[in-house]
């Protein structure tokens, strides 16, 4: 009988109970018989574990390689199987660590932050401490948030595991391993067990300082690493990586008084490695896929926010510039975060049509030699406001200069000032003509000034000749009249450095308005010229021509010069 019920107390059991195991999960089976103390026997696939005799038997990191069937034998007698199945996915929540460190000085407390993307209403977490469990609930002012934030009671013991679960329990959260120290030197690693393939920091801290000169790692039946400062890192890690560390750091607290240096090494900690869980993959034109997913699966996509990532919308497709990555998604489970790819998405800008008044046509000719460009600001479509300007085409002569044209509108309407043109030592020298228009009258303006066109001033067989400035003054405008023009009052022209020669004033008065006629300027009534002492002298002949009946035209003066 005796026998009988211990065949029948004997079992293999996992408390908690794990209804979905994850790749990376840490989970202990327990032999029971009804007593306490004394070994077992394990069995994996009905081969005995020759390692494994305590009567539980913890398996971390869990992979596919731990999925099979478990029993144990206590005094001859084997209990029933116990079937795992690891899934190679992880789950759809996470938990982390929001304030503190995976090693932390014995009662010490942190903050854990879970997170579900589709809510946590009806969610809780869970706390192991060796074989006792409790659940730890969720006070969610809102019940559509999608974060929380919780504090964990005293951690007490070498080890405590967290994890979250929705009512169901077949949705939940990766675990957290939270460990205690009571020395001053920890070893501290990332809280979740390291890829094989990534790479792996261990960190050497001392509680109360930062000023660690110097750190020493040491690996069970390996050679130690020194390095400088607290960080050891190991790239490109396997599963042999994993095992038992410690470090010893060499440091000074800032108020302390003697001068040595203090040294002192941590506890020994596991750290855990696992192959990697199915793992998406993300192309350049931002397609999600998953070759190894087995299932229908839907896609997730998620945007780097400084060090964190945010996702950009259920079954959303990326649509501004930044850097993503993407999973895939089979209902409670899903795969490890894809590579990340930039995006850069350029603003399309609508090309104009012909026509557009708000663009302007820039219209460059080839400059050929001694010519220089013409300028025409006006564009299709658009009324003209402004002047063209002619070609100014470069004689030959290399000492010749060009002197300022400037062009300026009376607000009353009148023609530009026009500096001179001088020309020195040069003989028999030609001055081209200069023509200037008036801008045409700009809507509400009062100016309705006309053109004045000036022929050419010629002189041949005088050196060293200067021609005075040619002064145009507008008429202000009369009172009763139509015209805001007017003919101009002409200043007296000199000629210096030929005796006997005065000329006149030559006065030009306008006549008022014929009535009958459609011409608003007038006709000039002009005085003697006098020529006094030279002979053969032709008196010059003034022509003022009126200009057609245009609004606000000026006179045109024509000047012939002739010296025999």
Request: glycine share 10%; charged share 25%.
């Amino acid at each position: 009988m005796t026998s009988g019920r211990e065949l029948l107390l004997l079992a293999v059991s996992m408390p908690p109970h794990l209804k979905s195991i994850f790749t990376g999960d840490l989970f202990y089976l327990y032999c029971k018989d009804g007593s306490s103390g004394g070994t077992a026997t394990w069995y994996f696939n009905n081969t005995a574990l020759q390692k494994e005799q305590n009567r539980t038997m913890k398996i971390a990191p869990a992979g596919s390689k731990n999925s099979g069937s478990y029993k144990c034998e206590i005094n001859g007698h084997k209990s029933d199987e116990f079937l795992v199945h690891v899934l190679e996915y992880v789950p759809t929540a996470s938990l982390t660590i929001a304030t503190g460190q995976p090693v932390m000085r014995k009662y010490s407390k942190v903050l854990l932050e879970i997170e579900n993307e589709t809510g946590l209403d009806g969610w809780s977490c869970i706390v192991t401490r060796g074989d006792k469990t409790m659940a730890v609930y969720l006070k969610l002012v809102d019940k559509s948030a999608t974060s929380f934030v919780f504090e964990t009671s005293a951690l007490i013991v070498p080890e405590t595991i967290y994890w979250c679960v929705k009512k169901n329990e077949t949705y939940r959260s990766n675990q957290v391993i939270l460990r205690t120290t009571e020395k001053e030197v920890t070893l501290e690693m990332d809280p979740f067990p390291a890829i094989v393939g990534e790479t792996l920091t261990l960190t050497c801290l001392v509680w109360g300082t930062n000023d660690i000169s110097k750190s020493v790692f040491y690996k069970h039946n390996s050679a130690p690493v020194s390095v400088k400062g607290s960080n050891y890192k190991i790239t490109e890690i396997t599963e042999s990586t994993g095992g038992d560390y410690k470090c010893e750091a060499t440091y000074r607290y800032k108020a302390q008084t003697i001068e040595a240096s203090h040294k002192y090494d941590s506890d020994v900690q596991e750290v855990l490695v696992y192959a990697s869980p199915v793992r998406a993959v993300l192309s350049d034109s931002m397609q999600c896929s998953c070759p190894t997913c087995s299932g229908p699966m839907t896609y997730s996509f998620y945007k780097q926010n400084g060090k964190s990532w945010k996702m950009v919308g259920q079954d959303q497709q990326p649509g501004s510039s930044g850097t993503y990555h993407c999973r895939a998604v089979l209902d409670y489970m899903r795969t490890l975060p894809s590579n990340s790819v930039h995006l850069d998405i350029y603003e399309e800008v609508q090309m104009r049509q012909t026509g557009d008044p708000k663009y302007e046509t820039l219209n460059v000719a080839r400059v050929k030699e001694g010519e220089y460009d013409t300028i025409q600001p006006e564009t299709e479509g658009r009324k003209k406001t402004g002047c063209t300007y002619e070609a100014l085409k470069k004689q030959d002569n290399k000492e010749e200069v060009y002197h300022t044209l400037g062009e300026n509108v009376a607000s009353e309407g009148g023609d530009g000032g026009y500096e001179a043109l001088k020309k020195e030592g040069i003989q028999k020298a030609e001055y081209e003509t200069l023509k200037t228009k008036s801008v045409e009258k700009k809507p509400g303006t009062r100016s309705e000034g006309g053109d004045g066109g000036y022929e050419a001033l010629k002189k041949e067989g005088i050196q060293k000749a200067e021609y005075e400035t040619l002064k145009t003054k507008s008429v202000e405008k009369k009172p009763g009249t139509r015209s805001e023009g007017g003919d101009g009052g002409y200043e007296a022209l000199k000629k210096e450095g030929i005796q006997k020669a005065e000329y006149e004033t030559l006065k030009t008065k306008s006549v008022e308005k014929k009535p009958g006629t459609g011409s608003e300027g007038g006709d000039g009534g002009y005085e003697a010229l006098k020529k006094e002492g030279i002979q053969k002298a032709e008196y010059e002949t003034l022509k003022t021509k009126q200009a057609e009946g245009r609004p606000g035209a000026l006179s045109q003066l024509e000047i012939v010069a002739e010296i025999n």
